[in-house]
Protein backbone atom coordinates (compact mmCIF):
# COMPACT_ATOMS: atom_id res chain seq x y z
CA UNK A 1 0.00 0.00 0.00
CA UNK A 2 1.67 3.67 -1.09
CA UNK A 3 1.41 6.72 1.44
CA UNK A 4 -1.54 8.49 -0.19
CA UNK A 5 -3.49 5.64 0.36
CA UNK A 6 -2.15 4.81 3.27
CA UNK A 7 -3.04 8.74 4.52
CA UNK A 8 -6.40 8.24 3.24
CA UNK A 9 -7.27 5.08 4.98
CA UNK A 10 -6.02 6.78 8.33
CA UNK A 11 -8.37 9.88 7.18
CA UNK A 12 -11.28 7.79 6.95
CA UNK A 13 -10.89 5.58 9.94
CA UNK A 14 -10.38 8.79 11.82
CA UNK A 15 -14.21 10.12 11.19
CA UNK A 16 -15.31 6.78 11.26
CA UNK A 17 -13.82 6.77 15.08
CA UNK A 18 -14.68 10.47 15.95
CA UNK A 19 -18.35 9.50 15.39
CA UNK A 20 -18.67 6.28 17.41
CA UNK A 21 -15.95 6.68 20.10
CA UNK A 22 -18.45 8.38 22.17
CA UNK A 23 -20.91 5.47 21.35
CA UNK A 24 -18.17 2.86 22.57
CA UNK A 25 -18.15 4.11 26.01
CA UNK A 26 -21.11 2.41 27.09
CA UNK A 27 -20.26 -0.76 25.15
CA UNK A 28 -20.02 -3.48 27.71
CA UNK A 29 -16.49 -4.55 27.88
CA UNK A 30 -15.71 -1.02 27.28
CA UNK A 31 -17.81 0.26 30.66
CA UNK A 32 -16.25 -3.28 32.49
CA UNK A 33 -12.75 -2.41 31.69
CA UNK A 34 -12.95 1.54 32.91
CA UNK A 35 -14.38 0.02 36.47
CA UNK A 36 -12.14 -2.57 36.28
CA UNK A 37 -9.01 -0.29 36.35
CA UNK A 38 -10.67 2.02 38.47
CA UNK A 39 -11.19 -0.51 41.06
CA UNK A 40 -6.88 -1.52 40.61
CA UNK A 41 -6.01 2.24 41.46
CA UNK A 42 -8.26 3.11 44.26
CA UNK A 43 -6.35 -0.06 45.81
CA UNK A 44 -2.71 1.01 44.71
CA UNK A 45 -0.83 3.62 46.52
CA UNK A 46 1.48 3.96 43.57
CA UNK A 47 -1.33 3.59 41.24
CA UNK A 48 -3.10 7.29 43.07
CA UNK A 49 0.18 8.87 42.76
CA UNK A 50 0.61 7.73 38.77
CA UNK A 51 -2.32 9.18 37.83
CA UNK A 52 -2.75 12.37 39.98
CA UNK A 53 -1.65 15.40 37.97
CA UNK A 54 -3.48 17.56 39.80
CA UNK A 55 -0.56 19.67 40.49
CA UNK A 56 0.60 20.13 36.77
CA UNK A 57 -0.83 22.08 34.04
CA UNK A 58 -2.22 20.65 30.32
CA UNK A 59 0.84 22.17 29.18
CA UNK A 60 3.41 21.10 31.32
CA UNK A 61 1.81 17.07 30.71
CA UNK A 62 2.44 17.99 27.17
CA UNK A 63 5.63 18.95 27.36
CA UNK A 64 7.08 15.80 29.64
CA UNK A 65 4.41 13.02 28.18
CA UNK A 66 5.58 14.12 24.07
CA UNK A 67 8.76 12.68 23.95
CA UNK A 68 8.07 9.17 25.48
CA UNK A 69 4.97 8.83 23.00
CA UNK A 70 7.26 10.03 20.39
CA UNK A 71 9.87 6.88 20.82
CA UNK A 72 6.95 4.80 21.20
CA UNK A 73 5.74 5.79 17.70
CA UNK A 74 9.18 5.65 15.78
CA UNK A 75 9.46 2.39 18.28
CA UNK A 76 5.91 0.93 16.17
CA UNK A 77 7.41 2.71 12.62
CA UNK A 78 4.82 5.33 12.76
CA UNK A 79 6.36 7.32 9.79
CA UNK A 80 4.96 11.11 10.97
CA UNK A 81 5.82 9.84 14.78
CA UNK A 82 6.27 14.13 15.56
CA UNK A 83 2.62 14.61 14.08
CA UNK A 84 0.74 11.65 15.71
CA UNK A 85 2.48 12.69 19.21
CA UNK A 86 1.13 16.10 19.11
CA UNK A 87 -2.36 14.69 17.74
CA UNK A 88 -2.31 12.76 21.04
CA UNK A 89 -1.94 15.37 23.19
CA UNK A 90 -3.71 19.21 20.89
CA UNK A 91 -6.93 18.78 22.94
CA UNK A 92 -5.85 18.58 26.24
CA UNK A 93 -5.12 22.61 26.79
CA UNK A 94 -8.10 23.44 24.71
CA UNK A 95 -10.56 21.33 26.57
CA UNK A 96 -8.89 21.29 30.51
CA UNK A 97 -7.13 24.68 32.37
CA UNK A 98 -6.69 21.70 34.91
CA UNK A 99 -5.76 18.07 35.57
CA UNK A 100 -6.71 15.67 38.00
CA UNK A 101 -6.44 12.11 38.79
CA UNK A 102 -10.21 11.49 37.65
CA UNK A 103 -9.26 13.10 34.64
CA UNK A 104 -6.24 11.47 33.58
CA UNK A 105 -7.23 7.71 34.13
CA UNK A 106 -10.18 8.48 32.52
CA UNK A 107 -8.42 9.30 29.19
CA UNK A 108 -5.98 6.59 29.38
CA UNK A 109 -8.67 3.93 30.94
CA UNK A 110 -10.77 4.48 27.86
CA UNK A 111 -8.15 4.79 25.14
CA UNK A 112 -7.06 1.63 26.01
CA UNK A 113 -10.07 -0.05 26.21
CA UNK A 114 -11.33 1.49 23.27
CA UNK A 115 -8.12 0.84 21.34
CA UNK A 116 -8.57 -3.02 22.15
CA UNK A 117 -12.36 -3.34 21.70
CA UNK A 118 -11.83 -1.57 17.96
CA UNK A 119 -8.75 -4.38 17.85
CA UNK A 120 -11.06 -6.97 17.92
CA UNK A 121 -9.11 -7.95 21.36
CA UNK A 122 -11.62 -6.95 23.99
CA UNK A 123 -14.92 -8.80 25.21
CA UNK A 124 -16.96 -9.62 28.21
CA UNK A 125 -15.22 -12.66 28.52
CA UNK A 126 -11.94 -11.33 29.12
CA UNK A 127 -12.44 -7.79 29.99
CA UNK A 128 -11.17 -8.14 33.96
CA UNK A 129 -7.90 -9.93 33.21
CA UNK A 130 -6.90 -7.71 30.56
CA UNK A 131 -8.05 -4.61 32.60
CA UNK A 132 -6.18 -6.06 35.51
CA UNK A 133 -2.95 -7.09 33.53
CA UNK A 134 -2.88 -3.53 31.83
CA UNK A 135 -2.96 -2.20 35.45
CA UNK A 136 -0.21 -4.47 36.68
CA UNK A 137 1.74 -3.47 33.70
CA UNK A 138 1.69 0.65 35.28
CA UNK A 139 2.12 -0.83 38.73
CA UNK A 140 5.11 -2.45 38.13
CA UNK A 141 6.86 0.01 35.74
CA UNK A 142 5.92 2.78 38.21
CA UNK A 143 7.40 1.24 41.23
CA UNK A 144 10.49 0.39 39.26
CA UNK A 145 10.38 4.02 37.78
CA UNK A 146 10.38 5.75 41.02
CA UNK A 147 12.35 4.22 42.73
CA UNK A 148 15.08 4.33 40.31
CA UNK A 149 14.71 8.01 40.88
CA UNK A 150 13.80 9.14 37.55
CA UNK A 151 11.71 12.71 37.57
CA UNK A 152 9.35 11.45 34.60
CA UNK A 153 8.66 8.52 36.22
CA UNK A 154 4.56 9.19 35.37
CA UNK A 155 5.25 10.00 32.13
CA UNK A 156 7.23 7.14 30.86
CA UNK A 157 5.21 4.93 32.54
CA UNK A 158 1.53 5.74 31.39
CA UNK A 159 3.41 5.33 28.12
CA UNK A 160 5.49 2.66 27.97
CA UNK A 161 3.35 0.63 30.58
CA UNK A 162 0.83 0.87 28.15
CA UNK A 163 2.82 0.51 25.01
CA UNK A 164 4.71 -2.92 26.90
CA UNK A 165 1.08 -4.02 27.46
CA UNK A 166 0.03 -3.94 23.54
CA UNK A 167 3.04 -5.42 23.19
CA UNK A 168 2.59 -8.31 24.92
CA UNK A 169 -0.78 -8.81 22.92
CA UNK A 170 1.41 -8.64 19.60
CA UNK A 171 -0.73 -5.74 18.86
CA UNK A 172 2.02 -2.90 18.24
CA UNK A 173 2.09 -1.29 14.77
CA UNK A 174 2.48 1.79 12.62
CA UNK A 175 -1.84 0.74 12.05
CA UNK A 176 -1.81 0.95 15.98
CA UNK A 177 0.23 3.92 16.78
CA UNK A 178 -2.56 6.04 14.29
CA UNK A 179 -5.79 4.90 16.10
CA UNK A 180 -4.46 5.44 19.28
CA UNK A 181 -3.42 9.50 18.59
CA UNK A 182 -7.17 9.12 17.13
CA UNK A 183 -8.79 7.83 20.23
CA UNK A 184 -6.44 9.62 22.42
CA UNK A 185 -7.37 13.08 20.84
CA UNK A 186 -10.81 12.42 20.90
CA UNK A 187 -10.94 11.11 24.52
CA UNK A 188 -9.68 14.76 25.68
CA UNK A 189 -12.25 16.20 23.83
CA UNK A 190 -15.00 13.51 25.66
CA UNK A 191 -13.85 14.01 28.73
CA UNK A 192 -14.30 17.59 28.46
CA UNK A 193 -18.30 16.77 26.97
CA UNK A 194 -18.87 14.32 29.49
CA UNK A 195 -18.15 16.24 33.18
CA UNK A 196 -20.22 13.22 34.93
CA UNK A 197 -16.89 10.80 34.11
CA UNK A 198 -14.92 12.84 36.06
CA UNK A 199 -15.55 12.11 39.21
CA UNK A 200 -15.06 8.88 41.33
Not at 59 to 81: F, H, L, T
Not at 126 to 131: F, S
Request: charged share 20%; net charge neutral.
Amino acid sequence: MNRESFTQKVSRVKEEINVTSKSLTYVPSVAVFFATCEEAVLSSEILLELFDFSHVTPEEYIKGISKYIANAMRAAQVPDARQQTEICTNQMSKYHKTLNLPLVLRVNAYTTAKFLFLKGVLNEQNVVPLALTYATFLEKYATEYKKAGDPDWKFKDLVNGFYNFIARLNLVCKESGYLVAILLNNEWKLANSESNYLFF
